[in-house]
Nanobody
Framework: QVQLVESGGGSVQAGGSLRLSCQVF????????MGWFRQAPGKEREGVAA????????YYTDSVKGRFTISRNNAKTTMYLQMNSLKPEDTAMYYC???????????????????WGQGTQVTVSS
């Protein structure tokens, strides 16, 4: 069983930075897929970034390209989302997620992921 625990959220002013962490508990193996998602009040959960452990390929939604970076440590025990140049519209609850097999449709579709963290709040003020 895989468990994910996020941390690193908080409140920042526009233009600031935050780094979210997602600690992985349990055996995740190799070739897994991981993603970061966010959900603002009244909105659907949105895929922000994803990474394929098999080849290191990364995927980003257009609104965060050039500002956010997804990564993991070599031990594969922690996933990260570095968020720079934050904007008020980035305000949301952020979740990490994992899938142990290949994607079927889209790396940033919430339906693709089997394991989810509890979320960490990010608030960006103008």
């Amino acid at each position: 069983q895989v468990q994910l625990v996020e941390s690193g959220g908080g409140s920042v002013q526009a233009g600031g930075s935050l780094r979210l962490s997602c600690q992985v508990f349990g055996y995740i193996g190799s070739g897994y897929k991981m993603g970061w998602f966010r959900q603002a009040p009244g909105k659907e959960r949105e895929g922000v970034a994803a990474m394929d452990d098999a080849d290191g390929h990364t995927y980003y939604t257009d609104s965060v390209k050039g500002r956010f970076t997804i990564s993991r440590n070599n031990a594969k025990t922690t996933m990260y989302l570095q968020m720079n140049s934050l904007k008020p519209e980035d305000t949301a609850m952020y979740y990490c997620a994992a899938r142990l097999s290949r994607w079927i449709t889209s790396p940033t579709s919430p339906d693709e992921y089997n394991y989810w963290g509890q979320g960490t709040q990010v608030t960006v003020s103008s």
